[in-house]
């Protein structure tokens, strides 16, 4: 019996410790918090400059498709990837049933991305591209998540801003949602995924960074997601109910936001696809490997104890402006 008691105190002296950890962690290593959005941020410019309000996920969709492009200091690679894309989008849109909108979100660049993106504003009107400035750098998931919630599509496509993947490959992707989203909720999320590609990709890598990859891939089993095989792939489309219920719970604003994203959808019983993409190295990565690896993995760690320790928790509905 004393044994049995020294246990609970045990434990109950854990869990406190654990939130203190996780809590200190959040607040010094800035890995996830909840922002609300600055004032700037809840307008866009027109082509010809003047300030319209965007819209809230939560509002009814007006249109097919909106693309959420996270950027930072990307004015040198987000030129290629939207001319690639707005070739694809304008001739898809001869179909006249068919309409969509490209929002770019410049998460707090150095450089000129808002200007380079403003180009395609200005050249497609605002109904077609509109620039999202965030007052500061978020992280790759802040500015994805800043951006959905600024959509109008029923459905939303987060596609990387470097043009890894072949923006054609959208078809592939709505293949595989149509596949899975046949419940009542219209809930649903199709994966592109290099994971086919990983023989060659293993084969061209040090034995070190396989060994990274592969640990970081155990982690994700272990801790949050199980039955994807590429959680990092920058290509997934959501049905906009689906985007609305992850991302209202979703904390993580950097790179590991995917496998949190993932997490929250398998809590919710979201039905989840993986597809096989094109992808092409681009040069120009904003991730340093090891250290990249590092942070995530670590990153993984504190998610699952978040959640585990009740510090976190998934939320039907968040205020999302």
């Known amino acids: 019996?004393?044994?049995?008691?020294?246990?609970?105190?045990?434990?109950?002296?854990?869990?406190?410790?654990?939130?203190?950890?996780?809590?200190?962690?959040?607040?010094?290593?800035?890995?996830?918090?909840?922002?609300?959005?600055?004032?700037?941020?809840?307008?866009?410019?027109?082509?010809?400059?003047?300030?319209?309000?965007?819209?809230?996920?939560?509002?009814?969709?007006?249109?097919?498709?909106s693309v959420v492009v996270p950027s930072y200091n990307e004015e040198l690679r987000l030129p290629v990837m939207m001319d690639e894309a707005m070739e694809y989008l304008e001739k898809r849109q001869k179909n006249p049933s068919f309409t969509y909108e490209v929002i770019v979100v410049d998460d707090g660049s150095k450089d000129k991305t808002t200007e380079v993106a403003m180009k395609y504003t200005k050249k497609y009107g605002a109904q077609k591209v509109r620039v999202l400035t965030l007052v500061k750098n978020r992280g790759k998931g802040g500015a994805v998540r800043m951006g959905t919630l600024s959509s109008r599509g029923r459905f939303i496509l987060m596609a990387d801003a470097d043009g890894a993947t072949k923006f054609?490959?959208?078809?592939?992707?709505?293949?595989?949602?149509?596949?899975?989203?046949?419940k009542p909720d219209n809930m649903a999320i199709s994966?592109?995924?290099?994971?086919?590609?990983?023989?060659?990709?293993?084969?061209?890598?040090s034995l070190f960074r396989t060994f990274l990859m592969f640990g970081f891939h155990f982690l994700v089993w272990f801790f949050c997601v199980r039955g994807?095989?590429?959680?990092?792939?920058?290509?997934?489309?959501?049905?906009?109910?689906?985007?609305?219920?992850?991302?209202s719970s979703l904390h993580v604003e950097?790179?590991?936001?995917?496998?949190e994203l993932l997490f929250i959808?398998?809590?919710?019983?979201?039905?989840?696809?993986?597809?096989?993409?094109?992808?092409?190295?681009?040069?120009?990565?904003?991730?340093?490997?090891?250290?990249?690896?590092?942070?995530?993995?670590?990153?993984?760690v504190f998610i699952r104890l978040r959640y585990l320790t009740g510090a976190w928790r998934l939320e039907s509905e968040r205020k999302t402006q």
């Not at 290099?194 to 890598?205: C, Y």
Request: charged share 25%; net charge negative.
């Open 228 to 247: 994807i095989k590429d959680t990092q792939c920058g290509f997934k489309l959501f049905t906009r109910e689906a985007a609305l219920k992850t991302f």
């Open 191 to 205: 994966c592109g995924s290099r994971a086919h590609l990983e023989k060659e990709s293993v084969a061209q890598r």
């Open 1 to 65: 019996n004393f044994s049995l008691l020294l246990d609970v105190r045990v434990i109950g002296r854990l869990v406190p410790a654990c939130n203190y950890m996780c809590g200190f962690y959040t607040a010094h290593f800035k890995m996830a918090f909840y922002q609300t959005r600055h004032e700037k941020e809840k307008h866009f410019l027109t082509a010809d400059g003047k300030e319209e309000s965007f819209p809230s996920l939560m509002d009814p969709p007006s249109l097919d498709l």
């Open 265 to 300: 959808a398998q809590c919710f019983d979201i039905p989840v696809v993986e597809v096989a993409v094109n992808w092409t190295e681009i040069e120009g990565s904003k991730l340093v490997p090891f250290w990249s690896w590092l942070q995530m993995g670590r990153d993984l």
């Open 168 to 182: 054609a490959d959208i078809e592939k992707v709505e293949e595989g949602l149509e596949s899975i989203s046949e």
């Open 254 to 259: 950097r790179w590991a936001f995917d496998v």
